[in-house]
């Protein structure tokens, strides 16, 4: 099927050209990054992690949101989604590819990589972590080649796909589970022990996910002659609102628990995040735009008018994606690691080094995704003829 | 031609196979069976004990100055590196205020003798160590026969998932080549350099305690810092925890920290 990813016109391979481009100056900084050390991004002892493990973390959830589609189709048997789940789970793959690169990029000894399974630590959540991730990345590659193929020759998909369809279900919760594990578990690091971290991360998941999704039907609708549906996008579109909703309702359960126990260690890493702390504030701005972008996003997908519009629709899920990516990308790092725990605070602003070369492996995540819905495109298309 | 690709591709996928049952037919196999059994006993001088811990007398030191001495020691024979850019600093032992290094003792109105003077922080090589249960190589661990929390500097990934989970801030990253940030004529050529991407922190000179040298900081204080085992009732930590009352640094985490204040 690959060969249908190699015809395209002028447009598509400028567009490919230009990917091709944005990824070689990210891997040229990534070199100089090997060479100097972590030193040029923006970490530091006390804000150990950064734009690399934020973006890892939103994208983990990207990939978890392309089940919304996947679950309906193949256990409520709502055909509609039969049009459009290929492109729930070949957007997993493609985030799940930008997950393992922002990990590799995120590693102060990335040759070393192979002792997380040459030393296996039962006891680290980052071996399960790791282990989902791969399981579900091939979960998606295997069940989303074998249906396309199935459709390209016109028959059923074979039998064996069907259990592999149901594991990825549960497969798709636990990436993001044990993406929240990773950081609800530490103790002495009050933002993030909390028991609702990974609902609180399926929830925005499962809005930002379908909200890209929703983005990406328009956008094949305007550019080829596959038309994902209207009623497709619709279902998506009250997906999302119904899921932003749990999330920011989700968000103000935090806010009760830690400002009515009124116990600091709780509080201060909110009150850095939205009002500042000790003078320091740099998050300030982000986090009430995020909440705003939230909030108006909330309005147009919940409004029956404003959803079922379809341009005031993609608004919608335009401002839900950046809202839930300040709020679990940003948010998430900066609130966890200041203050820290010696109370000091030392915040955290990437680099612009370490922002290209994330945006060098976004570049290669919408390559792969690229070459892929070329594919699915391709097929529908010839399907249809 | 296609029938050599097919057995290509059933060798490749048996070898993979092997390669990945590796682990598990160790762990499964008995340990006599995997090789010449390997026995490590400690020198003829070597302190041992079954926990290491530490008590430092805070009332001995008055003014950050007197704090020097031992920061310096230890950074000296560690070849810890100086960085004058903070997000590249690497400490093992330094210095800090009262509501620094016990946020969780929120008074507001304490002993201005306590609260004016300075505090030294530092690995508290925990008995429940939280980087320990997070790395996923084993490349932090609690050596067995002596309590203290090591680092395999050679398996370590620099995933830093060890600092995320240590509630002190004791561990340091080496964003950059740590060798820059020492001077050559000052090293210590008998404790190894590190390298770039891998985490560092305070080990209670282990490579000393093998040789029969206490730590380097205990040793240089004048006796304000006593080092001992934890597991002896007449050890003189024990004595001294029983003497003086005594605070450990966020103790309601249940890490169980093996550094005691006396204040």
């Given at each position: 099927m690959l060969e249908l990813a190699i015809k395209g016109s002028k447009s598509y391979w400028i567009w490919i050209v230009a990917l091709l481009a944005v990824i070689g100056a990210g891997f040229l900084l990534y070199l100089n990054q090997l060479t100097v050390g972590l030193g040029i991004t923006g970490m530091s002892r006390d804000v150990s992690w950064g734009f690399y493990i934020a973006n890892f973390t939103y994208l983990v959830g990207v990939a978890a949101g392309g089940v919304m589609v996947v679950l309906p189709y193949y256990l409520h048997d709502y055909k509609a989604y039969g049009r459009i789940t290929i492109m729930g789970e070949f957007l997993a793959i493609a985030a799940l590819i930008m997950c393992m690169l922002l990990i590799v990029v995120d590693m102060g000894q990335p040759m070393r990589v192979a002792n997380v399974f040459l030393y296996p630590t039962f006891n680290s959540v980052l071996l399960y972590d790791a282990t989902v991730l791969n399981g579900y990345l091939f979960i998606n590659l295997i069940v989303g080649w074998n249906v396309l193929q199935a459709e390209r020759n016109g028959v059923h998909y074979a039998?064996?796909?069907k259990p592999i369809i149901y594991i990825s279900i549960p497969f798709a919760v636990s990436i993001h589970t044990v993406t929240a594990y990773l950081y609800c578990g530490l103790p002495g690091r009050g933002?993030?022990?909390?028991?609702?971290?990974?609902?609180?991360?399926?929830?925005?998941?499962?809005?930002?996910?379908?909200?890209?999704?929703?983005?990406?039907?328009?956008?094949?609708?305007?550019?080829?002659?596959?038309?994902?549906?209207?009623?497709q996008i619709q279902s998506l579109g009250k997906t999302v609102a119904y899921a932003i909703c749990i999330n920011v309702f989700f968000f103000l359960c935090e806010i009760f628990v830690a400002f009515y126990s009124k116990i600091p260690e709780h509080m201060d890493h909110i009150k850095y995040l939205f009002a500042g702390l000790h003078g320091h504030g740099i998050m300030v701005p982000w986090m009430w735009a995020s909440m705003s972008l939230m909030v108006i996003g909330i309005i147009l997908t919940v409004n029956p008018a404003t959803r079922k519009n379809e341009t005031t629709l993609a608004v919608g899920c335009a401002v839900i994606i950046a809202g839930t990516w300040i709020d679990?990308?940003?948010?998430?790092?900066?609130?966890?690691?200041?203050?820290?725990?010696?109370?000091?605070?030392?915040?955290?602003?990437?680099?612009?080094?370490?922002?290209?070369?994330?945006?060098?492996?976004?570049?290669?995540?919408?390559?792969?995704?690229?070459?892929?819905?070329k594919m699915v495109v391709g097929v529908k298309e010839e399907v249809r003829a | 031609m296609k029938s050599s690709?097919?057995?290509?591709?059933?060798?490749?996928?048996?070898?993979?196979?092997?390669?990945?049952?590796?682990?598990?037919?160790?762990?499964?196999?008995?340990?006599?069976?995997?090789?010449?059994?390997?026995?490590?006993?400690?020198?003829?001088?070597?302190?041992?004990a079954k926990q290491w811990a530490m008590v430092i007398d805070t009332r001995r030191f008055n003014k950050p100055e007197d704090l020097e001495p031992m920061i310096e020691v230890c950074h000296k024979t560690h070849n810890v590196p100086h960085f004058s850019d903070k997000r590249h600093v690497i400490k093992w032992i330094w210095e800090t205020h009262f509501h620094n290094a016990f946020p969780d003792i929120p008074n507001r109105f304490i002993s201005e003798a306590a609260e004016s003077r300075p505090y030294l922080v530092l690995c508290n090589h925990c008995?429940?160590?939280?980087?320990?249960?997070?790395?996923?190589?084993?490349?932090?661990?609690?050596?067995?026969?002596?309590?203290?929390?090591?680092?395999?500097?050679?398996?370590?990934?620099?995933?830093?998932?060890?600092?995320?989970?240590?509630?002190y801030g004791s561990r340091s990253f080496n964003?950059?080549?740590?060798?820059?940030?020492?001077?050559?004529?000052?090293?210590?050529?008998?404790?190894?350099?590190?390298?770039?991407?891998?985490?560092?922190?305070?080990?209670?000179?282990?490579?000393?305690?093998?040789?029969?040298?206490?730590?380097?900081?205990?040793?240089?204080?004048?006796?304000?810092?006593?080092?001992?085992?934890?597991?002896?009732?007449?050890?003189?930590?024990?004595?001294?925890?029983?003497?003086?009352?005594?605070?450990?640094?966020?103790?309601?985490?249940?890490t169980e920290p093996c550094v005691y204040y006396i204040v």
């Open positions: 039998h064996w796909l933002f993030w022990l909390t028991a609702i971290l990974a609902p609180r991360f399926l929830s925005s998941a499962f809005a930002a996910g379908p909200a890209l999704l929703v983005l990406l039907c328009l956008f094949v609708r305007k550019v080829t002659h596959f038309d994902p549906g209207k009623e679990k990308a940003l948010g998430m790092i900066a609130g966890g690691f200041v203050p820290n725990p010696l109370h000091e605070v030392n915040e955290y602003v990437p680099t612009l080094k370490e922002i290209c070369i994330t945006l060098g492996i976004y570049a290669m995540g919408a390559l792969v995704l690229t070459i892929l819905y | 690709r097919r057995r290509f591709i059933k060798l490749a996928g048996i070898a993979a196979l092997g390669l990945g049952a590796q682990p598990a037919i160790k762990a499964i196999a008995p340990a006599a069976q995997t090789g010449p059994q390997v026995e490590f006993s400690p020198g003829p001088n070597a302190l041992t008995e429940n160590p939280p980087c320990v249960r997070a790395c996923p190589t084993k490349a932090t661990f609690k050596r067995e026969n002596d309590g203290i929390v090591m680092m395999d500097m050679h398996r370590c990934i620099g995933c830093r998932f060890c600092m995320a989970a240590c509630p964003f950059v080549d740590p060798r820059t940030g020492l001077n050559e004529k000052e090293m210590n050529p008998k404790y190894p350099t590190r390298m770039m991407g891998v985490v560092e922190k305070c080990n209670f000179c282990a490579e000393r305690l093998a040789v029969g040298q206490k730590p380097a900081c205990v040793e240089v204080s004048n006796g304000a810092i006593a080092f001992g085992d934890l597991s002896d009732p007449n050890s003189e930590v024990r004595h001294l925890l029983r003497e003086n009352f005594t605070i450990r640094r966020k103790q309601n985490l249940g």
